[in-house]
Every structure is written in C-alpha cells, then in structure tokens.
C-alpha cells in the first residue's frame, strides 16, 4: 500500500447486535481522540470502519461487496478498517480477498486503531485479531455525551458453544468486566445524560464480579445512581437465570418489568441438537418463576426455524411455545449454517423453500402474540422515557417499561420520563395520552 495523508474524517458503519453497536461508538470515541472527525451526513468520510457481524447469513460475502461500493471512480478508496466479528473470522483472508482495506481488527482489539491507522498512513497493512482478555475496556476513552438511552457492555463472550452459533469462535470465552468499573461508567454516562441504562451481554446473566456475585449486585449497584431511571439488560440465557436475578425483578423497582430469554425451538429433540442445555419444559419453568415475582413482566425471545433434522411435528411445538407464553415481541431467524459449527455439517439440511414457509408461520404466531400483549395493555398508566420527536406536530416517541414503543402528543423534552395513559394499541406501538401534572 501506498502511503496515504491522515484521515481528517470517519465513518463507523455497524451491523448485528447492540454490542457492535456499543463497540461502534466506542470506536468513534477513540477516533474523534485522535482528532479525527464524523463525516458530515452525505459526505464520504476519509476512514471507514466496516463493524460486522457473522452471525447469520452470507455475512463475508457482504462485506466484500461493501468494500466494493466505497471504490471511487477513479479508482481509490478511502482508508478502510473491517472490525467486528467477520474480521475474528476471516483475519487475513480480507487482506488477500480485499486489497484496498487496511486494517483489520477483532472485536477485543479495537483499542490498537490508533497505532493501525498511524501504520496504515504509512503504507503499512496490519491485521489485529488477538483476544487479550479485559484490555480493549481499560484503554478505550471514556464517553462524552449521550442519548437518554444507553448501552453498557459489562460481559462478552460465550462459553455454551450452541451448535448453530459463531459467536463462542468471534467473541471468544466468556469474560465478565470488573464491577468498579461498570459502576464508574455508568456513572459517567448518567452524567452524560442517560436515565436508563442497558445492560449488554451475548450472556449478560452470566456476569459475575471477581467475588463471584451476580448481576443482581451489579443492578442494586447502579439502581442507587439517583439520576438513573431505568434498568434494562440483554441477552440472557435461561441456564443463568438464578434465584437472586429473578428476586431482582420484585425488589428493584428501576430494574424494568422485560426479559428477553431465548428459547430458539420448542422441541426437546431439536434443543438437544442444539446443545441449548435447557428444555421447553425448564425453560417454561423459569418464566413462571419470573412471573411469580412479576407477573406484568414483558417476555421476549429468539428463534430459530429450519435447524437441521427439524421435522413439521417439531416446528408444531415451536409454535405451540409461542402461544403458550405468549411474548411481548421477539426476533426469529431462518437457520444459517456457519462455516465451523458443528450443525453445518449435520444431516438433514432443510430446504430454503420449508424454512421460508415455517418463518412466515412463526412471524403470524409472533405478531399475533406482541399485538394481545399490546392490546392488553390499552388502559395502564405508566411512564414513558422520551427518545426523540415524532413526525407529527407536539408528537414524541418513546418507550414504556415493558419496551413498547409509545408515541403521545403534548408537552415534553428528550430524556423527560413522562406519565401516561395507554389508550391505542397496534402491532408495533402504541399512543398513549398525558396523565398532567408531567413531571421531568
Ligand atoms: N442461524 C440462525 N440464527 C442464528 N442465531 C445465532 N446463530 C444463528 C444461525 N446460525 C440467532 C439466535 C440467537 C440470535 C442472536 O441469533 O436466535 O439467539
Ligand atoms: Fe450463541 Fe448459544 Fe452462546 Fe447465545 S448462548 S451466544 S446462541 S452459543
């Protein structure tokens, strides 16, 4: 590579989950450090940061392809880092496939961006894809401002090796950060302005201090931050759902009546191929016990459809789950082999055109679900956490504590928590109405 002038301007760009979202503005934190600006919105940036993900579907192929479309029509491309977890994957097949790109850094390494770009200025290619446990959270600078809502990564990695799931390979084992520094950070970012805070996890309920304790301690921790209005935290597995987290959602009253806890299938058959370790039956047992403390609370999960051997019989029981539990929303997926885990190289592969099918019938059984829940909600009163303005006149949209997305006209600000009544309920939000007097 030909030595190029320092970039003046960046663009991160980040696909997949919450936590690339996290590692994305964390990344562009370190970036503007360096002095380097965010590109104008429509303007091409002289850095491209390419977060990716590989969880699902032909996730390299598209990176190629994004690759593709930063060229210029002269020929150049701008300075081009791929991140994230396609770059765990792949390592220095991107810099064979990809000759424009520079660098390419794995989703615990984003902390050496600064000497990659200053090595890439100078011609100098570099791939970092080592998996140092802790560092990249000490090094990275902390936040500036923020947003009412905001993420926390406080534990990455798995350590459950699911037989579909890349992530165990991309992210590695699992790694809990310290709760001294959790608390410091989210410190800082309710002084930035967060009143509820998320906290992230590919197994957030795994996370444990270096005494052995559990989320629960890190919730009543930041629950006495008194500017914080809320706690969220995802993604969770059902193994890990102990008695005190579960106690957490009778005893901590800014810890937020939702759950997101995927099951992925309804048969026993198909969660053992999958190696989950649960069963619909442990599973169902662990949602009655969260019920049992909080019976208001908001369930949400993933799925899968199609995993290999899935038989007509044990895609039925996937949908009997949905209706017995009956989900506030969910995400769903066609199952995607990934190269390296053992379910790609099952027998059984079901056809694209049976996976389709299944999906469509899953997502009816999934919308039918979050819109009762919805429904059954039209006439609570309840606060909503003001995100953003809406597109109508006085309108603002925002979230109420079971995650729904509720607009309402009148009166308000961004970051306001707002009292309401919910008075109209669709499949994807809800209007609500000002309860007066409205409180900030
Ligand atoms: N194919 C389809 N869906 C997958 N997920 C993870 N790996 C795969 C795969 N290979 C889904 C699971 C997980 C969510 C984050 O992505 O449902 O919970
Ligand atoms: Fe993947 Fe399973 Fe770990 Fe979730 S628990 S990240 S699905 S291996």
């Known amino acids: 590579m030909r030595p190029t002038p320092p970039p003046r301007t960046y663009r991160v760009k980040s696909f997949g989950c919450q936590m690339n979202v996290y590692d ?4 562009a934190e370190l970036l503007a450090d360096q002095g380097i600006a965010p590109a104008p919105e429509g303007e091409e940036a ?18 190629y392809s994004d690759i593709g479309r930063l060229r210029r029509e002269d020929g150049t491309a701008p300075l081009i ?3 994230g977890c396609v770059a765990q994957a792949e390592g220095e097949e991107i810099m064979t496939r990809a000759p424009s790109v520079s660098m390419v850094v794995g989703p615990q390494a984003y902390h050496r961006l600064p000497q990659m770009i200053a090595d890439a200025i100078e011609g100098r290619r570099a791939v970092d894809t080592d998996m140092p446990a802790r560092t990249k959270f000490d090094v990275l600078p902390a936040r500036r401002k923020v947003g009412p809502s905001a993420f926390l990564t ?12 890349v992530v165990p390979y991309t992210r590695g084992a699992e790694i809990s950060r310290p709760f001294n520094d959790l608390v410091i950070e989210a410190e800082k970012l309710v002084d930035a302005g967060a009143r509820e805070i998320t906290l992230l996890g590919q197994n957030v309920n795994a996370w444990r201090d270096e005494a052995g304790r559990g989320l629960e301690k890190l919730v009543e921790a930041l629950a006495a931050i008194p500017a914080l209005a809320r706690i969220r935290y995802t993604t969770s597995h059902p193994n890990d759902m102990t008695e005190g987290l579960i106690a957490a959602h009778r005893d901590v009253e800014k810890l937020m009546p939702f759950l997101h806890l995927p099951v992925q299938a309804g048969s026993d058959r198909v969660l053992k191929a999958m190696n989950r370790s649960h069963t619909a039956e442990s599973y169902m047992r662990v949602l009655d016990r969260v019920r049992a403390v909080r019976p208001d609370i908001a369930l949400s999960g993933d799925f899968i459809v199609g995993f290999p051997g899935e038989t007509e019989a044990e895609f039925a029981e996937t949908i009997k789950l ?28 079901v056809p694209a055109a049976v996976m389709d099918e299944r999906l469509q019938r899953l997502q009816a059984a999934l919308n039918a679900s979050q819109l009762a829940f919805n429904r059954a909600s039209v006439g609570k009163r309840c606060t909503v956490l003001v995100e953003r303005r809406g597109k109508l006149d006085g309108q603002w949209l925002g979230k109420s504590p079971w995650l729904q997305s509720v607009h309402f006209i009148g009166e308000a600000a961004i970051g306001d928590l707002i009292e309401v009544e919910l008075v109209e309920a669709g499949p994807n939000s809800l209007s609500a109405r000002l309860l007066q007097p409205a409180h900030a």
């Open 46 to 63: 002289d850095l491209v940061v390419l977060n990716t993900c590989h969880i699902r579907e032909k996730a390299a192929e598209k990176v």
């Open 81 to 83: 880092a791929v991140a």
């Open 154 to 165: 406080v534990q990455e990695g798995c350590d459950k090796f699911c037989t579909y799931c």
């Open 322 to 349: 949905v209706e017995t539990v009956g989900y506030a929303q969910c995400f769903s997926f066609k199952y995607s082999p990934r190269p390296g885990t053992p379910a790609a190289t099952m027998d059984g592969q």
């Open 24 to 27: 994305g503005e964390r990344m």
